[in-house]
């Protein structure tokens, strides 16, 4: 078993990596593992542990504490109530019986339903409070929908090191302490962050403007090695969070008869030669991560299917779904696809997407196989979507 892992003096890392898990929450796809990071902080009179780890790992956690003879934890920093994060809380409770857990007021109420903490164990901070160990301080700031709504991030003030949980992280099992790999995890934390913080990138740029209040000189994520380079990760959260889409379209469809692959391999063809990426995906066997991290990027949608039973697809229907709900910046959307003998696939779709401010592009939709003069639609689709790229950023 990994042994705890110095990161300074009187600081280690506790946490569990694990390399098989392949699913969170039976939605979101891990192909790379994960692990779940927790942190033993020794001050001189304090002595502190930063989250704990999965249920499923607690014995991982416990043997790395054992190991370095911790005795006794004076606090539990719950930044996020979230199993994975506190799930192995009532164990370490139980070896620590002194041990009082630190959370902000929120996040107290949904421990004590969730893992039915005693309330008189847990002691609920405001935004900015700071907790002494003796020779370090904990300062706690509050970071609502970050992405649950009782989250917050922990400050160590005198070693500048933030302890950000959720925020900046990435599912990633790795022998590696710190990040050595920046092109691997700028992947992994991209699809983190398309898959669970895009949702609330406006409520992340505000988050972002706060961390230029602290000076940093490591992340220590909940997810993910450490950034030992903090503006690695925090530039490319500008970047996804701040920067203009990119002349990128976005091509999730479905052919069950060979048709709508037809009409989507010729406007895929056509944007090409107008001088627009294109990312397309086959929804019959796409990672759906991969999709969620060609959305962070991408200025326009367009989404192919034919009609089932008068409606898109159904595994077209759950990627607009899909798309609603991450709330991507994207700005144009359309849709291409067939029919047999008609059907309301256009206004369903356009129905499901009312989270993106888009300006719906006139949609491409044929009866049987495509004619001349359908691919003569396509090419003024394509020509639209050129022109409406050429203009971002102004």
């Not at 491409?364 to 971002?392: M, N, Q, W, Y």
């Amino acid at each position: 078993m990994m042994k705890p892992r110095k990161i300074k003096d009187g600081i280690y890392w506790v946490g569990a990596v694990d390399w098989d898990r392949r699913m969170f929450d039976d939605l979101i796809p891990l192909p790379d593992g994960t692990s779940y990071n927790a942190y033993l902080i020794q001050g001189s009179e304090k002595t502190v542990l930063i989250d704990t780890v999965d249920p499923d790992m607690s014995h991982v956690l416990l043997s790395r504490l054992e190991q370095l003879g911790v005795e006794r934890i004076d606090y539990v920093i719950a930044n996020h109530a979230e199993q994975d994060h506190s799930g192995t809380l009532p164990q370490v409770l139980e070896k620590y019986p002194k041990a009082q857990v630190v959370c902000t007021p929120k996040c107290k109420g949904m421990l004590v339903d969730m893992l039915l903490t005693p309330e008189d164990r847990v002691l609920a901070v405001d935004d900015g409070a700071t907790l002494a160990l003796g020779d370090r301080t904990l300062e706690f700031i509050h970071a609502p929908w970050v992405h649950w709504p009782e989250t917050m991030l922990t400050y160590l003030q005198e070693d500048k090191i933030l302890f950000s949980c959720d925020f900046l992280g990435s599912h990633l099992a790795t022998t590696d302490l710190y990040v050595t790999d920046e092109g691997r995890t700028y992947e992994a934390a991209k699809r983190y962050y398309a898959e669970i913080m895009m949702p609330f990138r406006k409520i992340i740029e505000k988050n972002l403007k706060k961390m230029q209040e602290y000076e940093i000189s490591l992340i220590a994520p909940s997810h993910g090695p450490l950034y030992g380079r903090p503006e690695f990760i925090l530039e490319a959260y500008r970047d996804w969070v701040l920067g203009d889409p990119k002349n990128i379209v976005v091509l999730p469809y479905i052919s069950m008869h060979g048709t709508t692959r037809v009409m989507v391999d010729y406007l895929v063809d056509a944007l090409i030669e107008k001088g627009v990426t294109v990312e397309k995906f086959n929804l019959a066997t796409t990672d759906i991560g991969k999709l969620a991290m060609s959305l962070v990027d991408a200025a326009t949608i367009v989404i192919g299917s034919p009609t089932v039973l008068a409606g898109a697809h159904p595994n077209v229907v759950y990627a607009a779904y899909l798309a609603n709900a991450l709330r991507p910046k994207t700005k144009f959307v359309s849709i291409i696809g067939s029919y047999g003998w008609g059907g309301k696939m256009v206004k369903q779709l356009a129905g499901m997407i009312s989270n993106l401010k888009v300006e719906i592009l006139d949609p491409v939709v044929i009866k049987g196989s495509p004619r001349d003069v359908d691919f003569a639609d396509l090419d003024k689709l394509a020509t639209t979507i050129a022109e409406k790229h050429a203009t971002l950023g102004d």
